[in-house]
Nanobody, 127 residues
């Protein structure tokens, strides 16, 4: 089993920045690919950004491209999401997810692919 624990959420004003972190523990493996998803009240959980174990390839949803950056520290198994120029529409519960094996630019967006999930951290952006 793999355990994921997110941190870094909070309440900020539009235009501000936040960095989320997700620490993976347990049966981590070098082939593990990870991603961030988010879910706003009354909406489905949606892909935000992912990083594949295959050469560290990254992908983002269009609405965060250029504002958000995903990165991973393979030494301490921590996934990061640097969020800049935050907008009210970014308000959501943010979840870290992981799966064993490499993801592709397409597959990393499918939440059904991920076996492990964190509890989430709330991000609220006021206008």
């Amino acid at each position: 089993q793999v355990q994921l624990s997110e941190s870094g959420g909070g309440l900020v004003q539009a235009g501000a920045s936040l960095q989320l972190a997700c620490v993976a523990s347990g049966r981590t493996h070098p082939t593990m690919s990870m991603a961030w998803f988010r879910q706003a009240p009354g909406k489905e959980r949606e892909f935000v950004g992912g990083i594949s174990s295959l050469r560290g390839a990254t992908g983002y949803r269009d609405s965060v491209q250029g504002r958000f950056t995903i990165s991973k520290n393979n030494t301490n198994w921590t996934l990061y999401l640097q969020m800049n120029s935050l907008k009210p529409e970014d308000t959501a519960q943010y979840y870290c997810a992981a799966t064993l094996g490499a993801t592709t630019a397409r597959s990393m967006r499918d939440r059904r692919l991920y076996n492990y999930w964190g509890q989430g951290t709330q991000v609220t952006v006021s206008s």
